[in-house]
């Protein structure tokens, strides 16, 4: 589509404006709607068109992009207005679940609309920058019609036809965030339980750690794939009861400086688990095999 194209955001919290800033900077004609009213006067000043009721905001557009806090303000918000959706594509970057994308996909199809879903890995701040990148599934054709006016809100990436592919990804890929700003905390909890340990000294040293370690994520998916399709052996391993070992003494050194170890009993569990099962190293594939079973 041409940049003479016009999209509608709805949603205008400070994700939802900073789409619709992306938008007016890329020149196009953007149609804005937020439940309060007052938060339209940012993208306002920035030449959007503020519309003054669902039905405007939808109709105002034949691309309507949506953030809002959860799928059911989705559906509580485009209700009112399904006749409308005939001939119109919805783009949700709502975050949500792959049950709940599906559902909202099957009804917007009802009502004649095109539907991608979506997932923003960004924070506000990084949007249409080039460490922004959202996540897209649904229908190719329906992706490749949008793809460059997608592309203003940061890296475009198509997942596959799928639909709940981009929100099982921005989950996982929030899981993995979530993950390692746990183990920031714990060790950074440690590593001030004595006068002299810093929170910004000690972090000096965590970031090239952890920059090294995430090399060996692809050498480790790699095993994970093999595993799925050939049960093949995995390349990086290391025997169970060094593992279990180590991971003692971070929980006693966590207990004699006064640091929770509750963070880390779940994982000791799980090695004592694959330890008890027979194995007597510790993998990847096991590991993720062990969490796909354990649930």
Request: glycine residues 10%.
């Amino acid at each position: 589509m041409s940049n003479a194209s016009p999209v509608t955001v709805l949603g205008l919290g400070e994700m939802g404006r900073a789409l619709a800033a992306a938008f007016l900077t890329a020149k196009r004609p953007t149609t804005v709607w937020n439940r309060t009213a007052a938060k339209a006067d940012e993208p306002v000043a920035l030449g959007a068109v503020r519309a003054g009721s669902v039905t405007e905001a939808v109709t105002g557009s034949p691309l309507v992009v949506v953030c809002l806090l959860d799928y059911g303000i989705v559906r509580e918000t485009l209700e009112p207005v399904a006749g409308q959706l005939h001939g119109r594509t919805v783009v949700n970057l709502t975050n949500g679940t792959p049950t709940q994308a599906s559902e909202m996909a099957t009804w917007v199809a009802e009502h004649g609309g095109d539907y991608l879903d979506g997932g923003i890995m960004a924070v506000p701040t990084t949007v249409a920058t080039p460490e922004a990148f959202i996540l897209y599934s649904g229908e190719r054709s329906v992706f490749d019609t949008y793809r460059g006016v997608l592309a203003e809100l940061g890296s475009a990436r198509y997942l596959g036809d799928d639909i709940g592919l981009a929100s099982l990804y921005d989950l996982a890929l929030l899981s993995g965030m979530n993950k390692m700003f746990d183990g920031f905390h714990h060790a950074v909890a440690m590593a001030t339980s004595r006068q002299e340990g810093s929170a910004s000294g000690f972090t000096e040293l965590l970031v090239p750690w952890l920059t090294n370690m995430a090399r060996l994520l692809p050498v480790f998916a790699a095993d994970v794939d093999a595993d799925l399709a050939t049960a093949a052996d995995p390349r990086l391993t290391q025997g169970l009861d060094v593992q279990i070992s180590a991971l003692a003494n971070i929980m006693n050194a966590s207990g004699d400086a006064g640091v929770s170890t509750a963070p880390l009993e779940s994982s000791m569990a799980a090695l004592r688990a694959l330890l008890a099962q027979g194995h007597k190293v510790w993998s990847s594939p096991a590991s993720v095999r062990q969490l796909r079973t354990s649930s």
